[in-house]
Structures are given as C-alpha cells and as structure tokens.
C-alpha cells in the first residue's frame, strides 16, 4: 500500500526524497551491489544471472563459474549445457545458461570480449534488460544509473515517491526527484533498506530511521485474510 499525500507540492516530495536518501546515507554508508564481482564481465553475468532470484544463491555459484571462465572470452566457448551443472541451483538455469554464453559470444564478437559503456549496447546482448544495464553501468562504471528491481517498486511506492506500476515509470519518477550522482546509491540503499527493515510482508516500520519521512509507516503491512473464529474452525475440524 502506497500513499502519497495529496497535500504535498512537487518541491516538498523532491526535498523529502533528497532527505530519505540523505537518511539513507547516514544508514548504509557502504551500500553498494551485493553481488560478488571483480571486473564489469563478472558483473554483467552475475546480474545476468539474478533474475528472479537472490544474490546469496548467485555469491553461492560464481566462484566456480568463474574459476572455470574467468572472461568473455573463454565462457564464448562454452557450451552452454556445459555451464548448467554448475549454476543449477538456481531458478531459470537453463536460460541463463544460454544467456550468458551468448552475452559471452556478442561481447567478443562486437566488443572486443569487453563490456561496453553504453545502454543500448548493453541492452542488446542476450538476458539483458533495463535494470541489468543499469546495474552495470552503475556499479561496473560509475556512470549515472538507477535500477529499479522489486525492492525498489516496494519502497518507491511505500515512501510516497512514486504511484508508478511499471519499473520504467518508478525509475522516471525517482530519477526526476534526486541529482544523477546520486542515483546507483540510491538504488542500493533502497534494496538494502528493503532487506534490512522495509520488508515486503512486515515492515519493521516501529524501528525505520524513515518513519518520519514516510507516509506509509505503521499502514504498510500488505492485507492478510482476517484469523477463522475458533467456533469456525472447530465447525469445520
Ligand atoms: S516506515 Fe515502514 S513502510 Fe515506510 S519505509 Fe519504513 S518500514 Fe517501510
């Protein structure tokens, strides 16, 4: 559940999502992408790999994927029914497989086995959509670039910044709202504040350092179906 107050002009929700992000800052002063990484490659084919899944499972594969195909090149050769076993425990596997040797063969074949700089580069290799893009462009280079994953609709929506259901419209909303430096943290701080405290099913808004600047505390609690009456359930069995 979101709310934004009716009352609150466009300049009050810019200085309130300046002072969340300042909040945030004092916060998780080190936030930054989760996913365990020692050059752009690795990092596209970590995010590559994170869709619909967690970064813990991620960490918890590609070392080994890695110590076998360290670069874009030697992943180019791979077979991708050679590269399932070892990221089997994770969802999708099968396709990303497939993704990421093919992300492997277009860097070599348009880019000189390197990541390119640029969004529509990005955004044309194989498993790579908007937010792995901006991932990439955020963390690997440092350029101005907020993703927008789930954690970041949840908070978006419940701190009031954005009514936005589409995650285009949530990162037009909050990109409009806060200076371009500043963009890849926010990202990172919010994904780490929904971790944390902003979870999805119960918020843990009696203890957030931004209760005060957020019009969903204490009302964020998704619906649960109200408890059977004990007569119902002994009724029932
Ligand atoms: S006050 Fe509650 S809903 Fe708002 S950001 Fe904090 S935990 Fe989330």
Known sequence: MSRVTPEETDTQRRRRARRIVETLARLYPEAECELEHRDPFQLLVATILSAQTTDRAVNRVTPALFARWPDAEALAA??????EPLIA?????????????????????????????DRKALEELPGVGRKTA?????SAF???ALAVDTHVQRLARRLGLSQGRDPRRIEDDLTAMLPPECWGFASHALIWHGRRVCDARAPRCGECALAALCPSAGSAAPRTRPARSARARSARG
Not at 78 to 83: H, L, M, R, T
Not at 134 to 138: Q, R, T, Y
């Open 78 to 83: 791979a077979d991708p029914a050679e590269v």
């Open 134 to 138: 901006s991932v990439v462009l955020s």
């Open 89 to 117: 425990s994770i969802g999708l596997y099968r396709n990303k497989a497939r993704a990421i040797v093919g992300a492997a063969r277009r860097l070599v074949d348009r880019h000189g086995g390197r990541v390119p700089r």
């Open 142 to 144: 440092g350029e101005p």
